[in-house]
């Protein structure tokens, strides 16, 4: 495996489900993201953990739970969601933070979350 | 703050024909850019960033890139499209410790 893997990479859930989103960089990167992303929207940044600690929390509903336990995996757990919560959910990663000096950000190919 | 605008959201041109996806940023000092791109089901690819230096690079897949810091521009180009770069194109800014996406232009190409 390489690069930034995403599982599932589709998912139906009703209202009341628990379920959770699994991101694993095989890069060796130091920093991981989640980005929401909807149609006609910009990308916006969810979460963002460099060496498993988080260092932002874009003002994400609770609703939405992340977990870095190691630096090579990212989760993201969804409870009591929202139709509004469907989108496709980006998992990313760069060397270091910020990503600005590094120069890039590798994503994965998504979760496309679909909340009924 | 950061942002930034990508004016056309959705682009059509003859494969062969010449390619130019407008970006304007804002940012208060010497921006990092950055151009994505997103063919469908997949995550986002670097084209080419822009740090200093040059202000034409050059990107994968035959794409380059000019900054222009009079226009707070950065806009993308190619000189002959391909069907296979029919795709959405992200601009983004980096700085303030983090990355701002534009919201993408989707790009047809038509035989």
């Known amino acids: 495996e390489t690069g930034v893997t995403q599982t599932p990479r589709h998912l139906v859930m009703g209202m009341t489900n628990k379920k959770s989103l699994k991101c694993e960089q095989h890069l060796g990167h130091n920093a991981m993201y989640w980005y929401k992303q909807s149609a006609k929207k910009p990308l916006e940044l969810m979460f963002v953990y460099s060496l498993e600690e988080r260092v932002e929390n874009n003002s994400v509903p609770s609703r939405f739970s992340p977990e870095c336990p190691n630096s090579s995996h990212l989760f993201l757990h969804l409870h009591t969601l929202q139709p509004e919560d469907s989108a496709l959910y980006l998992c990313?990663?760069?060397?270091?933070?910020?990503?600005?000096?590094?120069?890039?950000?590798?994503f994965g190919e998504g979760s496309r979350l679909t909340v009924l | 703050a950061q942002s930034v605008t990508q004016p056309d959201i959705h682009i059509t041109v003859s494969e062969g024909a010449s390619l130019e996806l407008r970006c304007n940023y804002s940012y208060g000092a010497t921006p990092y850019l950055f151009w994505y791109v997103q063919s469908p089901g997949q995550g986002l690819q670097l084209l080419l960033k822009?740090?200093?230096?040059?202000?034409l690079v050059q990107g994968i897949k035959g794409f380059e890139a000019e900054f222009k810091r009079s226009q707070s521009s950065f806009n993308l180009r190619k000189p002959s499209v391909h069907w296979s770069d029919a795709a959405e194109y992200f601009c983004?800014?980096?700085?303030?410790?983090?990355?701002?996406f534009g919201i993408g232009t989707k790009l047809q190409v038509i035989p």
């Open positions: 822009y740090f200093s230096g040059d202000t």
């Open positions: 990313a990663s760069s060397q270091d933070l910020p990503a600005t000096n590094t120069g890039e950000l590798f």
């Open positions: 983004a800014v980096g700085g303030y410790q983090k990355v701002t």
